[in-house]
């Protein structure tokens, strides 16, 4: 074999291996870029996690507080002069009851 056909040849293989190292290169840039886009994904819905949680534990408080509100008005409403009438309006209905009850004993 001559030498040129020698050299021919390891330059193909010279410019072959540089192809291939071209195209892993490029792959490389592309997988690069493609891993940041993922980080600033995940850095992304990280903030969004912790920003709804902290939304759910604001809701949670919001309905305890809600609940002890609620149960502090109908006491309060409990202390008022509808209370006085709704005591007045079942000591007539007892009374209405234990006057029926009595007229049916005597008969």
């Given at each position: 074999?001559?030498?040129?056909?020698?050299?021919?040849?390891?330059?193909?293989?010279?410019?072959?291996?540089e192809t291939?190292?071209?195209?892993?290169?490029?792959?490389?840039?592309?997988?690069?870029?493609?891993n940041i886009?993922?980080?600033?994904?995940?850095?992304?819905?990280?903030?969004?996690?912790?920003?709804?949680?902290?939304?759910?534990?604001?809701?949670?408080l919001d309905?305890?507080?809600?609940?002890?509100?609620?149960?502090?008005?109908?006491?309060?409403?409990?202390?008022?002069?509808?209370?006085?009438?709704?005591?007045?309006?079942?000591?007539?209905?007892?009374?209405?009851?234990?006057?029926?009850?009595?007229?049916?004993?005597?008969?």
């Amino acid at each position: 074999m001559p030498e040129s056909n020698k050299y021919e040849m390891l330059l193909n293989d010279l410019n072959s291996i540089e192809t291939q190292a071209a195209v892993l290169a490029n792959k490389c840039k592309d997988l690069m870029a493609h891993n940041i886009e993922l980080e600033d994904f995940a850095a992304r819905a990280k903030k969004e996690i912790t920003a709804l949680s902290q939304k759910i534990v604001n809701l949670e408080l919001d309905l305890e507080k809600a609940n002890t509100e609620e149960e502090g008005k109908l006491f309060n409403l409990l202390n008022t002069k509808e209370t006085e009438t709704l005591k007045i309006k079942l000591q007539n209905l007892i009374s209405r009851i234990d006057y029926h009850l009595t007229a049916d004993r005597q008969v």
